[in-house]
Nanobody
Framework: QVQLVESGGGLVQAGGSLRLSCEAS???????VNWYRQAPGKEREWLAT???????EYADSVKERFIISRDNVKNTVYLQMNSLKPEDSSLYFC?????RGKGTQVTVSS
């Protein structure tokens, strides 16, 4: 069993930045780690994936604004979110293998 705990969410004005963290109870090993978000009444949206050696992929909606990174020593994956927009307001969570965290809420005011 793996526990994933997200943190770093909050209320921010449009144009601002937040850095989310996803800390795992054990090493991610060689597996990819993903960030998703889901707003009430909307479909879950994949945002970004980071692979073992740092290669990353992004959804078009966040490309060039969000940066995913990982610290394998700290068993933590980060999501740096810049130029935030009101439509980025959502519950953000990480997913690793078959495990997902409870998420952290991000609210962007206009």
């Amino acid at each position: 069993q793996v526990q994933l705990v997200e943190s770093g969410g909050g209320l921010v004005q449009a144009g601002g930045s937040l850095r989310l963290s996803c800390e795992a109870s054990r090493s991610f090993g060689s597996a990819a780690v993903n960030w998703y978000r889901q707003a009430p009444g909307k479909e879950r949206e994949w945002l970004a994936t980071i692979y073992e050696y740092g290669r990353s992929e992004y959804a078009d909606s966040v490309k060039e604004r969000f940066i995913i990174s990982r610290d394998n020593v700290k068993n933590t994956v980060y999501l740096q979110m810049n130029s935030l927009k009101p439509e980025d307001s959502s519950l953000y969570f990480c997913w690793f293998l078959r495990y997902r965290g409870k998420g952290t809420q991000v609210t962007v005011s206009s």
